[in-house]
């Protein structure tokens, strides 16, 4: 198969999914499905270790779930909902870059520790040229932070202090994220 024919059926299924969950102007979800698309070939290309084969299976490579590139950029585009949630309440994001507390909950605690592997993984990345392994760590990454979503009530938390942790958190984690992604040659949308 040629290069052009994968990356405009990849584009085709991501155009697909994106528009068969919501009402959204073509020209919106065609760049979308651009961003996704890409990502997903490289993702899925480059999360597989350089010297073993792979079968390319296309829907497992666009699938919105498991170790895709599009799970991880929904998880960015989660967390870009989040903090823009949290600003639409007249709060401001920067405030919270420097408010870390000590772990409140057990998903947070994981979150955190994942997220202080991140300069060993590169530098074992880089030093092995293995970029199989900063995939697997923003996969684990991607996978912490849905755990913290999930057992952790972020926008309606009621002391302030602990949902600016919380803000601060998923602001590294967003940034963590967004750098490994580029490092991989790859970006998130704003939406999906």
């Known amino acids: 198969m040629r290069l052009e024919r994968l990356i405009s059926e990849i584009e085709e299924e991501m155009y697909k999914k994106i528009t068969d969950n919501r009402t959204v102007e073509e020209s919106e979800a065609r760049k979308t499905a651009k961003i996704v698309g890409m990502s997903a070939i490289k993702y899925g290309d480059l999360s597989n270790q350089a010297s073993k084969d792979y079968v390319f299976d296309v829907d497992r490579f ?33 405030e919270c870059l420097g408010a870390m507390e000590a772990a409140h909950n057990e998903h947070e605690k994981a ?26 760590y923003i996969y684990e990454l991607a996978n912490a932070f849905n755990g913290f979503y999930h057992g952790t009530k972020i926008l309606s938390e009621e002391n302030e ?20 992604i580029d490092m991989l040659g790859f970006e998130a949308p704003e939406r999906m």
């Open 62 to 94: 666009t699938s919105f779930e498991g170790n895709t590139g599009p799970y991880i950029l929904y998880t960015i585009v989660r967390i870009k909902s989040i903090l823009g949630k949290y600003e639409a309440t007249g709060k401001s994001v920067a």
């Open 111 to 136: 979150l955190m520790l994942s997220l202080s592997r991140f300069n060993a993984v590169v530098e074992n990345a880089y030093e092995e040229s293995a970029p199989h392994k900063l995939c697997a």
């Open 161 to 180: 202090a602990v949902q600016k942790a919380y803000i601060g958190l998923l602001c590294l984690t967003k940034n963590v994220l967004e750098t490994c």
